[in-house]
T-cell receptor, first 116, second 113 residues
């Protein structure tokens, strides 16, 4: 079974500063995918960034980047130049690379508040 | 492209009733997954449909069921509603192949009185 742990229930950051959200996971799979999703108060879950486990290079998407440490089973999200619109719940999610296993396992989320 | 559309946005029911939620995926997406989000249990996978067949199922009782139509639209049904079924139900679609990311709808907020 897969588990995803987000140990920071809440975090805050000053506008324009950088913040890192932590995520660890447990799996016996060798191939898998990791995601960060953002859920603002509007409640729609929005994909922030995706990482394939077989890729050593960390994924980057504009101001968002990840630090993927496969051996440590760690997948943190760094948000640079934080903006007010980044205020949201952030969920780390795992998907196994198996045929017919197109389901996500989510962590409990980190509530991020960007302070003006 | 239009996003994932879920209807209705809000629903209020009483215990013992049944409810049907609808999800229209992004055009061209053949996989639809359903998730339940509650403050206590977080986000939990219910089931996934691909090409009208249930391909994957989470650990929920048989009161939770779904189906998918030939146009990939999906419905989720919950029978004999319980207070604990109050939740945000999220639908997500993806092409269903090559492990492409899932794209979510705005969800249906179900409240049981």
């Amino acid at each position: 079974a897969q588990t995803v742990t987000q140990s920071q229930p809440e975090m805050s950051v000053q506008e324009a500063e950088t913040v890192t959200l932590s995520c660890t996971y447990d799996t016996s799979e060798n191939n898998y995918y990791l995601f960060w999703y953002k859920q603002p108060p509007s409640r729609q879950m929005i994909l922030v960034i995706r990482q394939e486990a077989y890729k050593q290079q960390n994924a980057t998407e504009n101001r968002f980047s990840v630090n993927f440490q496969k051996a440590a089973k760690s997948f943190s999200l760094k948000i640079s130049d934080s903006q007010l619109g980044d205020t949201a719940m952030y969920f780390c999610a795992f998907m196994a690379d198996q045929t017919g296993a197109n389901n996500l396992f989510f962590g409990t989320g980190t509530r991020l508040t960007v302070i003006p | 492209k239009a996003g994932v559309t879920q209807t209705p946005r809000y629903l209020i029911k009483t215990r013992g009733q049944q409810v049907t939620l609808s999800c229209s995926p992004i055009s061209g997406h053949r996989s639809v997954s359903w998730y339940q989000q509650t403050p206590g249990q977080g986000l939990q996978f219910l089931f996934e449909y691909f090409s009208e067949t249930q391909r994957n199922k989470g650990n929920f009782p048989g009161r939770f069921s779904g189906r998918q139509f030939s146009n990939s639209r999906s419905e989720m049904n919950v029978s004999t509603l319980e207070l604990g079924d109050s939740a945000l139900y999220l639908c997500a679609s993806s092409p269903g192949t090559d492990y492409q990311p899932q794209h979510f709808g705005d969800g249906t907020r179900l409240s049981i009185l």
